[in-house]
């Protein structure tokens, strides 16, 4: 298993780049049930990696222990330097988080979720100013900063979390189905605002999705899983050749699953998110 404290190298030999996260068969169950099973992989620093996979595959359940929010049945691993067991609260200091469920307040204005999100990170008070005007300009939302958030459509909710996680400036941020309930453009904005935020903080962003469209145009490095363990990781294009000529990522998830993949406004963002409570 990796040594806590610092950060492992990639076991990827043509890419200099250190993981950042590495897991050593990993492994949670509920009960009866084994939701990850024995996973063991690797996320470089800076890129951008997909986490795909069924209903009920793990993704959420495994996204979960990597935050810190469940802890692992057996198995460990190490998040941005830091072993996940013993060093759970320097995990956390180093980590964004854009769950799928809606977390911004509807009540408060944009600026004042930031607020309470810099207050929460313990960001100095003559820093927070600064760092709230970086992150709404980032997400393309200083315009309406001042607007209360049940104001706001889908996509300027879900990039509002997205600021609120980077506040504090993560190695590593987890975006659970970033672009759940959104329409094509605010999908398509999402994805372009994930790509600047990759560039201008080096972070690595891990996303969850069921979006295939989504993990092929987005994504440096895509792992499929099905019934919690990793069936397949690499590049998109590298999994589409695999699975034979002119194949796409449906063909890639329908070939290893046996399965076909699944492909507004406060209301409708709180609804469509409500629906997906269950582990994924």
């Given amino acids: 298993m990796p040594t806590a404290g610092a950060v492992p190298q990639s076991v990827d030999r ?3 780049r250190p993981a950042v996260v590495e897991t050593h068969r990993l492994t949670r169950r509920f009960g009866a049930l084994t939701a990850v099973d024995a996973v063991s992989l690797g996320v470089r620093g800076a890129e951008i990696f997909g986490l795909i996979g069924p209903n009920g595959a793990g993704k959420s359940t495994l996204i979960k222990m990597l935050t810190t929010m469940l802890p692992p049945s057996s198995g460990g691993a190490v998040v941005a330097g830091f072993d996940l067991a013993t ?3 320097q995990v956390r200091r180093h980590i964004g988080y854009v769950p799928q469920l809606l977390s ?11 607020l309470l999100s810099a207050r929460l990170y313990l960001i100095p008070r003559a820093e927070r100013k600064q760092r709230i005007g970086e992150a709404l300009a980032m997400m393309g939302l200083t315009e309406v900063r001042e607007r ?3 104001n706001y459509s889908g996509g300027m909710i879900r990039r509002l979390e997205i600021a609120q996680s980077t506040l504090h400036r993560p190695a590593i941020i987890f975006m659970d189905e970033p672009t759940e309930g959104l329409d094509p453009v605010a999908r398509h904005a999402v994805w ?9 903080l080096a972070a690595a962003v891990i996303v969850t999705t069921h979006y295939m469209d989504e993990a092929d145009v987005l994504c440096d490095r895509i792992a499929l899983i099905d019934r919690g363990r990793i069936q397949a990781v690499g590049t998109p294009a590298a999994l589409k050749a695999e699975a034979g000529a002119n194949a796409t990522l449906d063909d ?25 409570r269950e582990h994924t």
Avoid: C, M, W
Avoid at 104 to 114: M, P
Avoid at 192 to 200: E, G
């Fill in 14 to 16: 043509g890419n200099p």
């Fill in 192 to 200: 372009s605002h994930i790509r600047d935020l990759r560039a201008r």
């Fill in 148 to 150: 209360l958030v049940r």
């Fill in 252 to 276: 890639v998830f329908e070939k290893l699953t046996g399965l076909a993949p699944e492909g507004g406004d406060y209301r409708n963002v709180r609804q469509s998110r409500r629906a997906a």
């Fill in 87 to 89: 060093q759970a609260a």
């Fill in 104 to 114: 911004a307040d509807s009540e408060l204005t944009g600026y004042e979720n930031l």
